[in-house]
């Protein structure tokens, strides 16, 4: 298993960012995948998520409405769509996959065991 992250920069507040992570070496309908970010000082957080399976999305409360996650299996990649950034945002994003988690629970970092590198997001003026 391959996770590969990119997309991340510096943004003003209110600004737009879309992340990506390319995949390889399982199949995606098979697994959890899921965005999870760690700013300095911070424990590791999920962000959003897609459950294994029926493939829904799950957020966590405070990007619920700004952050939109899609994946394309044909390219097998997975994306984050980041609108209305906040400064708060502001940390590394990783990518990470694992077959284990069940619906809403793709967004507890402790099931993953495969993971991208982060990849870094500043919002900032």
């Known amino acids: 298993v391959q996770l590969q992250a990119s997309g991340g920069g510096l943004v003003q507040p209110g600004g737009s960012l879309r992340l990506s992570c390319a995949a390889s070496g399982f199949t995606m309908g098979d697994y959890a995948i899921g965005w999870f970010r760690q700013a300095p000082g911070k424990e590791r957080e999920g962000v959003s998520c897609i459950s294994k399976g029926d493939g829904s999305p799950y957020y966590e409360e405070s990007v619920e409405g700004r952050f939109t996650i899609s994946k394309d299996n044909t390219k097998n990649s997975v994306y984050l769509q980041m609108n209305n950034l906040k400064p708060e945002d502001t940390a590394v994003y990783y990518c990470?996959?694992?077959?284990?988690?069940?619906?809403?629970?793709?967004?507890?970092?402790?099931?993953?065991?495969?993971w991208g590198q982060g990849t870094l997001v500043t919002v900032s003026s």
């Open positions: 990470a996959t694992d077959p284990t988690p069940i619906g809403s629970s793709c967004l507890r970092h402790y099931w993953y065991d495969y």
